[in-house]
């Protein structure tokens, strides 16, 4: 069986329904008219006698995901990727990954690895019936390069040598239009001389461009005869040194495109006004036996914007080459590895993404929806636990007394309140326990139900100090507390109130007013702790020119530590939990060691910031 022959299957998991958009009219509109029904596809990409010579394609559609190889993938990206390839998915095709390696000089492999790796990380694939469609431009070289002749051939293009200056000064503007190269006459023979002599490595970077023959006076300034190769002697990381001319973005990726039979070019609205030459250029090509028709169509949407975060790529890489994060995974970077190593899952991103739809304008959403669509993923899927961020020492000073020396008190609680067939977790409660800092007041604000030590009343007496429960565990009364030299709390002290645990029948025999999370001293693992904020303290911190580097939020990163339930000592990297009112948290993905263990939190459980 040929491999374009298979059934091609589906290339992400199944979603629920998504809202339609403009792109999904676009499409049931071709699938209805029958537009690209029936095309030949070679099984591979290729020139119109590759495809001419193939089997009617078992994709209804083909879209791509075009990334250039600069730089690591961030949330924008998401939103592209999932749109791609959850329309191919949502419409029995298939979605492309494609390396627009088209510029030599910023492009490494590391960046083409860790491309693939998001993307599969984000739960998409471009393998379909047995065939992978990942595809990189540098592979069309040869025939970018054929097709330039072709164009100088037929008149449709000419070697300009002028200046870049006067190119400049010749593009004219928006009100004035631009003015003819000297050049521009050349005949086809002269222009494929000197487009040779570009190739051989003759002409030096920039003493010469090839241009399309259109029109100089367009009011489209993209139509005023746009460069379609330019000279650079420069390694490219996958060519080598076999090239010395480069074909420039608005030549190659249409040509990319129509290679690889793609039938809905999707795209991002800055490329709009270059829509009248990717038709130009694929039709001529076409007109020329180059390319097959049916041709593909570019349709652009509005990039995806979070506040808070800053989506382009050189200005994360400033981030990291000056050493503002750790990293291109830094948890608090948008780039899809910080946010896999903050603990977001695929599934909250790729919710994030679909939510938004496709739209004609760029959006900023509000980075508050990631938050939400993660505790919606995590809410019903995460194990809880406790632990203690702030820790400070309850000693349980009738211990002995009521247990007996070296006793331990085993207790439990279900993994999720919702979920019984997840079991229970097991931990103890001994003499000494961590509590949260914040969980004791020295003289209690109005309204708070937590320990507080005996108060001395107007009329001289002492009333007792507060009980609470130490949940899942028993009820204590505070008795007393101690101060460190520096004047904060080192010490609480309180009672054990016997048969009051939790799940006895003498459970509620003691109403209390306040439940605190702990863990005992000698059964909790200690962690270690990172809590995030928002990297930036504005909500578009690269707006209307700003450096954002003057609203790096200086307070972004926090490490305590603490201690987490002792079963969680041993979690394995990349674990999920909701640590019980601290919100939801996960075992880094690089640090994060067994009887070592390190967690980020993700979110907190409600929305915090401001
Ligand atoms: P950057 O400006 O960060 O370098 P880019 O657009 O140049 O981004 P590419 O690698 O060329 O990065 O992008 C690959 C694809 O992702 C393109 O189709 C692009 O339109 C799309 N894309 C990039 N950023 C966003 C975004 N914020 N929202 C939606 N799509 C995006
Ligand atoms: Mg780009």
């Not at 990334?67 to 959850?86: M, Q, T």
């Not at 609480?492 to 005992?520: E, F, N, Q």
């Not at 002792?566 to 939990?577: D, I, K, N, T, Y």
Request: net charge negative; glycine share 8%; aromatic share 10%.
């Amino acid at each position: 069986m040929s491999k374009a022959s298979a059934a091609p299957k589906a290339s992400g998991p199944a979603e629920p329904v998504k809202p339609s958009n403009f792109l999904r009219g676009i499409i049931e509109r071709d699938l209805d008219a029958g537009t690209y029904a029936g095309r030949p596809f070679g099984g591979s990409p290729g020139d119109a006698a590759h495809h001419a010579a193939g089997q009617p394609d078992p994709a209804r559609i083909r879209t791509r995901f075009p990334p250039e190889p600069n730089g690591y993938l961030h949330v924008g990206h998401a939103k592209s990727i999932c749109l791609n390839f959850g329309l191919a998915r949502d419409y029995g095709g298939v979605c492309h990954l494609r390396f627009d390696d088209t510029n030599p000089e910023k492009e490494e492999q590391e960046y083409v690895d860790a491309i693939e790796e998001a993307v599969h990380w984000l739960g998409f694939d471009w393998e379909s019936g047995g065939t992978s469609h990942l595809y990189q431009a540098s592979d069309y070289f040869d025939f970018m390069y054929r097709a330039a002749e072709a164009l100088v051939q037929a008149g449709l293009a000419y070697v300009d040598e002028q200046s870049a200056e006067e190119m400049r000064a010749n593009r004219g503007d928006f009100t004035t239009p631009g003015t003819d190269s000297r050049f521009r006459n050349r005949t086809p023979a002269e222009n494929l001389a000197r487009l040779r002599d570009m190739r051989d490595g003759k002409l030096a970077d920039g003493a010469a461009v090839l241009r399309a023959k259109i029109d100089m006076a367009s009011p489209n300034i993209n139509l005023r005869d746009p460069a379609l190769y330019r000279i650079k002697h420069a390694t490219h990381h996958h060519t080598g040194d076999r090239w010395c001319i480069y074909p420039m973005y608005t030549y190659a990726h249409p040509i990319e495109d129509a290679l690889e039979r793609i039938t809905h070019s999707i795209c991002t609205l800055e490329f709009e006004d270059q829509r009248p030459f990717y038709d130009w250029l694929l039709e001529h090509l076409a007109s020329l036996g180059l390319l097959a028709h049916p041709l593909p169509k570019q349709y652009e949407f509005g990039r995806l914007n979070l506040t808070g975060v800053i989506t382009s790529k050189r200005k994360l890489k400033a981030l990291v080459d000056e050493g503002h994060v750790s990293g291109w995974d830094d948890p608090r970077m948008p780039t899809l590895f910080g946010m896999r190593r903050r603990g977001y899952t695929p599934e909250s991103i790729r919710a994030m993404a679909d939510g938004t739809g496709a739209s004609k304008t760029n959006i900023w959403l509000d980075y508050a929806v990631l938050d939400i669509a993660l505790r919606e993923d995590l809410e019903g899927r995460a194990p809880r636990a406790m632990a203690v961020l702030d820790p400070v020492k309850l000693v349980l000073e009738n211990w002995e007394e009521v247990f007996g020396a070296g006793h331990r008190e085993p207790c439990a609680a279900p993994a999720h309140p919702q979920r019984p067939e997840l079991g229970l977790r097991h931990f103890k409660l001994g003499p000494e326990v961590w509590i949260e800092r914040e969980d004791f007041e020295h003289v209690p604000p109005k309204g708070f139900f937590r320990l507080y030590p005996p108060q001395p009343q107007a009329d001289g007496s002492v009333a007792p100090g507060n009980k609470v429960r130490l949940k899942y565990g028993m009820v204590v009364e505070c008795i007393g507390f101690e101060q460190g030299a520096d004047g904060r709390v080192a010490t609480v002290r309180a009672r054990v109130v016997p048969d009051t645990k939790s799940g006895t029948p003498g459970a509620d025999a003691v109403k209390v007013k306040g439940t605190i999370t702990w863990l005992a001293v000698d059964d909790a693992a200690a962690a270690e702790v990172r809590l995030f904020e928002r990297l930036f303290t504005e909500d578009q911190p690269d707006a209307e020119g700003r450096d954002f580097r003057s609203v790096l939020n200086p307070h972004s990163r926090r490490v305590v530590q603490a201690f987490v339930e002792p079963s969680l000592g041993s979690a394995a990297a990349e674990h999920r939990v909701q640590f019980e009112r601290h919100g939801y948290f996960v075992a880094d993905r690089i640090d994060h060691r067994s009887q070592a263990p390190v967690f980020n939190r993700i979110t907190t459980l409600k929305d915090s910031w401001k």
